[in-house]
């Protein structure tokens, strides 16, 4: 008979070594049989790293060892466990953990922004609704901590009191983008499941775990692309550009609109519309997790590609063309509800550091693309320049989110022009340069958006 669990658990995906993968450890204090937990959750914000740092993959590594610190420092009276950017605390016997040596956030390092919150579980049924209760509460515990993170004003430690506060903080949009936050596991299936084999993201099934990569990395490849990918518009789906009017892609938030209304709306409380919105965010992660699956399958024989970013992957791949019909297979593959872009840049000897940092690069001008028939916004190569048509509409695209202001979604991808602007000098023709120099001159002396 499969256990309901493994054990020992298998290693997070890119966190320090001593961290162990949260949907393992969250199954195994199920099966032990305890009736009741006290859960606790800390996330970080993960964005102000990357823009500190202007390196995705540097700003995620940052957050997650200081969230390691933080787990270390925790004492054996916690389990802890992790996932992307979250840190899970269990522990069996009830407690009231108001005081913040409970939860050492101290410890992390570099200034990273934590938030926090704990809530009470109590779990009934057999080891797999345990192990439902617990990943449903983990879910609306994470929503409590992503709340006092944005706003660490807030007192509220425990989640269902600092979840009490949504309609009068946040935005009936702002709270779908609360609920479509990630999960502690996106199957919402047995965690010991065929396909999620050593090697692959525990989360993921068939797609290999970001540990890979840095075995590979080490290697220090010197041809080939380094390739990155990245689910465009997850939270609100992508729109045509041509003026039609027409939605591609429909978001994680959008497709929870509704229950974000009955949240404002006082009509249902908070912990049915958990309820509610717990399956049709593990439905969410699965068909992510499929998107991604053809993704890495895409691309074999021509490279690998690893689970490294949430909804991302990134690798080496030999051949460019390999690269661009994956993505487009993925993309059709799961036409309508998300598609991806890949940036991509040439390893030839280069610093791999340099290469990552300019497939960065190349994926930021995919997304500058998307919602249009340019081919680019599938596929951008670092060092093949837009022509004119493209050109036009990436300005465009930057010009509008000025003009929106820094607290307009999607503000954070002038950020990022910004800083690369002088990879933006090297792609565009010399007029579109021009206006998009005009642009940052505007913006200069000012803090970056994000």
Known sequence: ??????????????????????????????????????????????????????????????????????????????????????????????TDPQEPDHVPLAAGDSGVRHG?????????????????????????????????????????????????????????RATASLLAGVLVRPLDGHPAQPGTADGEDPRLPGVPSADGLADLTAARPTGGLYAVTDVHDIEWGTSSRAGDGARLTRGNA??????????????????????????????????????????????????????????????????????????????????????????????????LDAARRRAHFSLHVTKTLKGTEHGQRVLHVYGQPLDRDAAETAVAFLTHLSAAGPGAPGAHHLSHARRWRDDWRRHLPSPRYARLERLFATMDGQPPAG
């Open 254 to 351: 959008r497709e929870l609109l509704s229950l974000a209304e009955a949240w404002h709306a006082a009509c249902t409380p908070v912990d049915e519309l958990v309820r509610r919105a717990y399956p049709l965010r593990a439905r969410r992660e699965a068909l992510l997790a499929g998107h991604l699956r053809a993704l890495s399958d895409g691309v074999a024989g021509a490279g690998r590609l690893y689970a490294t970013l949430g909804d991302g992957l990134s690798g080496v791949v030999n051949d460019a063309e390999a690269l661009r019909t994956a993505v487009a297979g993925a993309n059709r593959w799961i036409e309508g509800q998300m598609h991806s872009g890949a940036g991509a840049a040439p390893l030839d000897g280069a610093d």
């Open 1 to 94: 008979m499969t256990p309901a669990y493994r054990w020992p658990p298998r290693h997070a995906p890119g966190f320090p070594p001593d961290c162990p993968d949260a949907g393992d450890v969250l199954a195994r204090f199920a099966a032990a049989g305890d009736r009741a937990a006290t859960l606790a959750v800390v996330t970080s914000g993960l964005r102000a790293r990357v823009e500190d740092s202007g390196d995705h993959e540097a700003g995620l590594d940052l957050v997650r060892r200081s969230l390691a610190a933080v787990g270390r420092a925790a004492g054996e009276v916690w389990r802890p466990a992790y996932y992307g950017k979250d840190l899970v605390l269990v522990r069996a016997a009830p």
């Open 116 to 172: 926090w919150a704990w809530d009470h579980v109590p779990l009934t049924g057999d080891a797999d609704e345990r192990r439902t209760d617990l990943l449903r509460a983990c879910y609306a515990v994470a929503m409590a901590a992503r709340l006092r993170r944005d706003r660490p004003e807030l007192p509220q430690r425990r989640a269902a009191d600092a979840l009490a506060r949504v309609p009068e903080l946040l935005s009936v």
